[in-house]
C-alpha cells in the first residue's frame, strides 16, 4: 500500500483553534531553528554544533508527529471504528506509521 494512496477527503473532527495554533507555534519554531542552521552553515560553524541542532530539530518534529498522531487516533479512528470504517482507518494509520518510523 503506498502513501500515496491515502492522499483523500475524510471525514475529520475539526481541530479547534487552541489546536491549530499549538502545532502552528511548533512548526513556526522549527522553522527558526532551519534558519538557524542553515546561519550556523553559512558562517562555517562547528560541525557538532549543526549536529547538536539538527539533533534538536528531529526531536521537535517527532514530538509534533506524535501529537498529531495522538489526535488523530482520539478522534478520527475512534470516529471510523464507531462507524464500521474502523479497519480501513486503523491500516492507514499503520502505514503512515511505518513512514513515520523511518
Given at each position: 500500500?503506498?502513501?500515496?494512496?491515502?492522499?483523500?477527503?475524510?471525514?475529520?473532527?475539526?481541530?479547534?483553534?487552541d489546536e491549530k495554533q499549538a502545532v502552528i507555534n511548533r512548526l513556526k519554531r522549527i522553522e527558526g531553528q532551519v534558519r538557524g542552521i542553515q546561519k550556523m552553515v553559512e558562517e562555517d560553524r562547528?560541525?557538532?554544533?549543526?549536529?547538536?541542532?539538527?539533533?534538536?530539530?528531529?526531536?521537535?518534529?517527532?514530538?509534533?508527529?506524535?501529537?498529531?498522531?495522538?489526535?488523530?487516533?482520539?478522534?478520527?479512528?475512534?470516529?471510523?471504528?464507531?462507524?464500521?470504517?474502523?479497519?480501513?482507518?486503523?491500516?492507514?494509520?499503520?502505514?503512515?506509521?511505518?513512514?513515520?518510523?523511518?
Amino acid at each position: 500500500m503506498k502513501l500515496d494512496n491515502f492522499l483523500h477527503d475524510h471525514p475529520t473532527t475539526p481541530r479547534s483553534k487552541d489546536e491549530k495554533q499549538a502545532v502552528i507555534n511548533r512548526l513556526k519554531r522549527i522553522e527558526g531553528q532551519v534558519r538557524g542552521i542553515q546561519k550556523m552553515v553559512e558562517e562555517d560553524r562547528y560541525c557538532v554544533d549543526i549536529l547538536v541542532q539538527l539533533s534538536a530539530i528531529n526531536a521537535a518534529l517527532k514530538k509534533v508527529g506524535f501529537s498529531v498522531t495522538e489526535r488523530h487516533i482520539k478522534h478520527c479512528v475512534s470516529d471510523a471504528i464507531k462507524s464500521g470504517e474502523g479497519n480501513e482507518t486503523i491500516e492507514e494509520l499503520m502505514e503512515v506509521m511505518k513512514q513515520f518510523s523511518k
